[in-house]
């Protein structure tokens, strides 16, 4: 089975730093764009950033500047550096895949388990 496994999560005081990881199993034949999107309690699920197979990258405006996604393909990973965190960005923050496990599967979403950001004042 393909999974997306997240980490790095954590709490932190504003200003500070975190990075979050995602990598998926080595069992599948091509992925695709990886993103990242977060969600509140009570809020929509929103992107903050997706990186394409070659390296290509899109923020939300509230992000550009201080979260940097980038993708290591050999590993089938994906990486999200928050700076600056405030505590607006706090919420739950879940990466994204699409994913052809074989040559002539169809192409799946994937997504990972959630991690926790929290951000104090």
């Known amino acids: 089975q393909v999974q997306l496994v997240e980490s790095g999560g954590g709490s932190v005081q504003a200003g500070g730093s975190l990075r979050l990881s995602c990598a998926a199993s080595?069992?599948?034949?091509?992925?695709?764009?990886m993103a990242w999107y977060r969600q509140a309690p009570g809020k929509q699920r929103e992107l903050v950033a997706r990186?394409?197979?070659?390296?290509?990258?899109n923020y939300a405006d509230s992000v550009k500047g201080r979260f940097t996604i980038s993708r290591d393909n050999a590993k089938n990973a994906v990486y999200l550096q928050m700076n600056s965190l405030k505590p607006e960005d706090t919420a739950v923050y879940y990466c994204h895949a699409e994913i052809k496990k074989y040559r002539y599967s169809s192409w799946t979403d994937y997504w990972g388990q959630g991690t926790q950001v929290t951000v104090s004042s």
């Open positions: 080595r069992t599948l034949f091509s992925i695709n764009d």
């Open positions: 990186t394409t197979i070659i390296g290509s990258t």
